[in-house]
């Protein structure tokens, strides 16, 4: 129950530089968002189960949260240099 509740205090710090981006990259934030249920999820398992998952939870945990900041760069990214062709 405590990783659910530090997941969720730092999601919500999160959650308001990626919600400034919700109106001009809505895919990004639902993608964000799917990285935060996803965690909640593992969280969960982690929780019910008597066993480590030999790490590979942990693993998939770590690799989600690197994914929210790319997620939260590339919107930030997208933003700055709106309007700007390629």
């Known amino acids: ?33 799917s990285c935060q249920r996803a965690l909640q999820q593992i969280s969960v398992a982690q929780d019910k189960n008597d066993f ?12 989600l949260k690197q994914a929210e900041e790319e997620l939260k760069a590339a919107a930030q990214e997208a933003t700055e240099n709106a309007g700007k062709k390629k």
């Open 52 to 63: 480590d998952m030999g790490g590979h939870a942990a693993k998939a945990k770590e690799l």
């Open 1 to 33: 129950m405590r990783h659910i509740r530090l997941a969720a205090v730092a999601a919500l710090l999160t959650v308001s530089s990626i919600a400034l981006a919700a109106p001009k990259h809505p895919h990004l934030v639902a993608a964000w968002q």
